[in-house]
Structures are given as structure tokens and as C-alpha cells.
């Protein structure tokens, strides 16, 4: 059985991701910051919970160190959790790059020694096509408009972490996924995005590939994704 962990796992495209996941037969382990509420999260669906604070390098590694107690390995890893900040300030954007960026960093390298025990091993970044320099200055994309500074820049450091630990580790495949614009509590504010269900399958396909498939790449759903 594959064993998966989704970070930010409790709520929203996590949630979904872990469900379809499910369905496809995963092991599948929510991380959550917050502890009842990923348990009551994984209790909805049949997965597993881990309480896991992606800011919080002890929470990591304990986190990792009880699904490596448990399963002894970690076949896919989910960089879900992630946040969006309208502000632009000091505090704001220690918060974005602490969840965004440096959490990619935190479980990542707790989760490498289980990733290589992994008959195929692979690691999808949930990032953004606003980290993209390509779509958000080019008129025809809907990203152009939005001014998401940190969010944007958050973003655009997860997808190049991700291609960088590619770089490093071609034993395991890594690849930055927009997942589309999706309706959850993140984007309730600007009142757009389709059902989770519809982006979380993007998300799965990633979760789940061909062992010859690419690595080091940015996705979405039509191809790779300029940025």
C-alpha cells in the first residue's frame, strides 16, 4: 500500500487530495496544525492524522518520526498547507515564506530519509501559477490581476525549492503543481475558483505517476507550466 502524507491535510484541497487518495487505496496521513482537528478530519474520510505545524521544525519532526515508526517509510509526500496574505508587511510576509516556502524546507528534509526508502518515491509542491513570472505579467492571464505580492513570491520560492530538490535527489521524483483555481476558505474572500474536487484530481495525478514520468517540472492542468 502506498503510504501518503498531505500536509495541511484537515480542510479544503488538502482534504479533498486525501480522499481521492483514499479511494485509489493510499495510506493516507493528514497533517494538521491543529491536532483535533486534523483527527477529526482523518476520521471522516478513514485516514490517518499526525498533528504537524510546517512552521514548527520539532512538530516536523516528530510528525515524521511517527509515520516512520509506524509504516517505515514514506512513498508520497503532499506539500499542501499553505497560506495567503492580502497584506503587505513585515509580519505578513514572515508568515507567507515561514508556511510557503521554508515549511517545504522543514518537511522535506525531515521526510527524506523515508522517501528514500520508497520503491518510487515522490514529492508534489502544491504552488501557484501567481509565482509565476510568465502568467502574472502577461495581460490575457487572470493573474495579472491580482496584487498578491507575498503570496506570489511565496509561491515562486516553493516552485523553485521543489526544482531544486529535484536537482539534488534524482532518485526522487519532485514536481510544482497549480492545481487551478479552487473554491476554498483561502479564496472565499475573492469569490472565485471551481469545486475542490476538480482541482484536487490535478493534484492526485502528481501523487500518483508513472515511474518513468518527469521530475523538476511545474505543472498544471493542460502541461507544463512556463514561469
Known sequence: MTVTLITGGNKGLGHETARQLLDLGHDVWIGARDAGRGQEAAARIGARSVQLDVTDEASVRRALATIDAAEGRLDVLVHNAGVLETGLDGPAATRSFATNAVGVVLVTEAALPLLRRSANPTVVTVSSSMGSFWAVTNPDRPEAGFPLALYAASKAAATMLTLQYAKANPGIRFNAVE???????????FGIGRPVQESARVVVRWATPDPSGPTGTFQDEAGTLPW
Open 179 to 189: 492545481p487551478g483555481a479552487t473554491a476554498t476558505d483561502m479564496t472565499a474572500a
